[in-house]
């Protein structure tokens, strides 16, 4: 994603990104990189060690216990397989504020921003298909029964991260080292930044939470009206706070990213720049704690691992 530290000159701001540090960071002197760096670092570094533990634990429930491989939880085991590998991107961004500048290469920036970017477009897709996974269950209980099992499941996941890897091809090709040695998003000229922008608006966040917001809508309707047995009501309420979290996080950031593409806003301090850049992270160590108490089956298999039963 762009940057929404936006200067004056397009030509100074063009290689700017979300996830990196402000160019004039790498001019400060060497106190200030020992003492505020190494606080963000810190604080990254607790960050992803939290995600990588918790969607490491939603991954080894749903793997080891047989039980838990329906057809939604093989959904939630690719949200928390994406929100892995974005802990492994916190922890790259982690050593870039470190080192004032992207160590690891290009080939790894271009990693980076791909994985970063598919994360972010899978999320919200992988909670377009549970919400109308639910809808036709209810709707088309005999049909979800017989043809949308587990299999499918993982097959409809296979597809879409594959699609999503695609929606990344933009990124792949502009992302790379600038002169500086920051790992960033080079567009080639102000169209480019504005086009992508919009083109994550619609595809990351529009489109899928309207559909997100008709299926709930259809599917609570129907659920009050009739008695479906085959549906939990609460399995309703889960995927729409999962959704409300996610729009929570990420609505301020696309706000922001369309105002820098399109406007010139005034530059944040850097402390306000890295806890907005922190955000998207944090939904990733909020997940599992939603997962943990609001799924049913997720709560009695951890209560049987924590409370040794």
């Known amino acids: 994603m762009d940057s929404f530290i936006i200067e004056d000159d397009y030509n100074e701001t063009a290689n700017l990104s979300f996830f990196d540090y402000p160019d004039n960071f790498t001019e400060v002197d060497a106190g200030l990189i020992d003492t505020e760096n190494s606080k963000l670092f810190i604080l990254f570094l607790v960050v992803s060690a939290l995600g990588l533990i918790a969607n490491a634990l939603i991954l080894y429930v749903v793997l080891r216990y047989r039980q838990m491989r329906t057809t939604p939880n093989i959904y939630v085991f690719s949200l928390a397989l994406g929100d892995l590998l974005y802990m492994l991107c916190l922890l790259l961004f ?97 169209f480019w930044s504005v086009t992508f922008t919009a083109y994550q608006i619609v595809l990351a966040f529009g489109v899928p939470l309207i559909i997100i917001g008709i299926c709930l809508i259809l599917t609570a309707c129907t659920t009050k009206c009739y008695a479906h047995e085959g549906v939990d009501k609460t399995n309703i ?12 996080i990420w ?52 209560r049987s691992i924590f409370c040794c039963r």
């Not at 992988?126 to 709707?139: A, K, N, P, Y």
């Not at 309420?237 to 979290?245: D, S």
């Not at 799924?295 to 298999?301: A, G, H, N």
């Open 237 to 248: 309420i889960f995927l729409a706070l999962l959704t409300l979290v996610f729009v929570i």
């Open 251 to 302: 609505l301020p950031i696309y706000v922001l990213e369309m105002m820098a593409v399109t406007t010139n806003l005034v530059v944040f301090s850097e402390e306000v720049y890295y806890i907005i850049s922190l955000l998207p992270y944090c939904k990733c160590c909020i997940y599992p704690i939603m997962y943990g108490t609001l799924s049913s089956s997720f709560r009695e298999i951890f």
């Open 94 to 190: 982690a050593l870039e504020i470190a080192y004032t500048r992207w160590p690891m290469g290009e080939h790894l920036c271009k990693v980076f921003w791909v994985v970063s970017t598919m994360v972010a477009f899978s999320s919200i897709y992988f909670l377009t298909i549970m919400s109308v996974g639910i809808c036709v269950q209810v709707h088309f209980p005999i049909f979800y029964s017989k043809r949308l099992g587990p299999k499918v499941a993982i097959g409809i996941s296979i597809c879409v991260w594959l699609f999503c890897l695609l929606l990344g091809i933009p990124i792949y090709i502009f992302s790379g080292l600038n002169d500086t040695d920051s790992c960033k998003i080079n567009w080639p000229n102000p």
